[in-house]
């Protein structure tokens, strides 16, 4: 048993070093620390790491997860309570989407083999079986991997990762050591697969897609780094093509202009929900979009954050760019990248590291077998209920203000 206040101090540090790591981003994840038999502090559902306090923190009971006060727990409490029925010496639980444990979670795998390099994980780590966030169902699925692994992590199927302690640095060891698992179990496989000696993300992603390596490097060139980054301002928007920053009035005329400024205006003018474009061109994206695929949620944050699909569009054809933006927070642009969009500049940059670790899952899945998407009902369940709760959020801000 600890007092409470240390509790919820270990959670507040905690939270912000899950940030810090990369661990996960924003408001995703949470974090618990155990009080006594009974109960552990959680963070609060949706709400930043950066401005928590202690007040913010809620006290759940593990046997049936009620809780004091106002404030809703994370809505991942009950996989939390699932990890302190069964390890009466765990005193620390952490739910990360790290990037490298999403591309397994993202295959059909039922475990990975680790090395005993990672005493943490035991031989093996469980993939959990796949259901809604927040749900009874993933508790009971969760639970069910929980009672079957040895080591002191286990994944969750299309969604991210549990690791658990004695105490925080535990439990950030465990996750730190689950991401090289990870990371190294899918390069090992690339590398058996193709018979390459060395991984390297460009030469992994034309393997997956059956492109020329030279090729696909050959497109990252400076001319398509302009792309940069942009932001509406009043009728037109802010053009930052990484050095510069060049305001685009809507009644500028864009002959020999580039064409990034041709496709920010369209995207501008047909949606009026976004005010911020992130360019994106991770090894993966550019692969992806050289293909010409179309990508589907294989993970929970991709459906929630981005929607049910990214198109690869043309690079030439800024009608199709803005229209692929309608209803979803990113487009690939063939040969070129993706432009990741948001109601302001984080929520960009968000949907931005979602959709470079959606790829890397993308590229990561194919090499264990058919990639398969999370079920399309289930994936539009969740994006219902992101923008409902996300547009209440909003609601709250501008009132806050
Ligand atoms: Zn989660």
Redesign the pocket.
């Given at each position: 048993m600890i007092d409470i206040n240390d509790a919820k101090n270990a959670v507040l540090k905690a939270g912000i070093k899950l940030l810090e790591s990369g661990l996960t981003a924003r408001t995703?994840?949470n974090v618990s620390c155990r009080v006594d038999g009974e109960s552990f502090v959680i963070t609060p559902s949706g709400r930043s790491y950066l401005s928590l306090t202690a007040a913010d923190l809620v006290l759940v009971k593990i046997d049936d997860l009620s809780f004091q006060g106002e404030i809703k727990p994370s809505s991942?409490k009950g996989v939390h309570a699932e990890v302190y029925k069964l390890h009466p010496e765990v005193n620390f639980v952490i739910?990360t989407?790290q990037d490298n444990a999403s591309v397994i979670a993202a295959t059909r795998l039922k475990e990975i083999q680790v090395d005993s390099k990672y005493p943490t994980l035991g031989e093996t780590v469980l993939c959990a079986d796949y259901a809604l966030?927040g749900t009874e169902a993933l508790q009971k699925k969760v639970r069910q991997a929980l009672e079957k692994s040895t080591g002191k992590a286990v994944i969750m199927r299309h969604?991210?990762a549990l690791c658990f302690g004695a105490n925080a640095e535990e439990a950030f060891t465990v996750a730190s050591e689950l991401e090289e698992a990870c990371r190294v179990f899918v390069i090992n496989r690339y590398l058996k697969l193709s018979g390459e000696r060395k991984y390297d993300p460009y030469a992994m992603s034309a393997f997956v897609l059956g492109q020329d390596r030279e090729t696909l490097l050959s497109l990252v060139t400076p001319e398509k780094r302009a792309y940069g980054a942009s932001f509406r301002r009043g009728n037109g928007f802010i053009w930052f093509d990484g050095e510069r920053e060049v305001e685009i009035p809507d009644e500028q005329i864009l002959a020999g202009w580039p064409e990034e400024v041709g496709l920010y205006r369209a995207i501008y003018q047909k949606n009026q929900w976004i005010k911020a474009i992130i360019f994106q061109a991770t090894p993966e994206i550019l692969s992806l979009s050289t293909a010409g695929c179309s990508l589907k949620p294989l993970l929970?944050d991709f459906a929630q954050i981005i929607g049910l699909r990214v198109r690869t569009v043309e690079r030439d054809d800024p009608d199709r760019v803005a229209r692929a933006l309608g209803r979803s927070s990113a487009v690939l642009i063939k040969n070129t990248g993706a432009l990741c969009c948001g109601a302001n500049e984080d929520d960009a940059r968000a949907a931005g590291a979602i959709l470079h670790k959606a790829a890397k899952a993308w590229i990561g899945a194919s090499l264990f077998g058919r990639v398969k998407p999370i079920n399309p009902v289930e994936s539009m369940l969740m994006r219902y209920f992101y923008l409902k709760k996300y547009a209440k959020q909003a609601l709250v801000m501008s009132a806050d203000k």
């Open positions: 995703w994840g991942e739910h989407h966030p969604h991210g929970d």
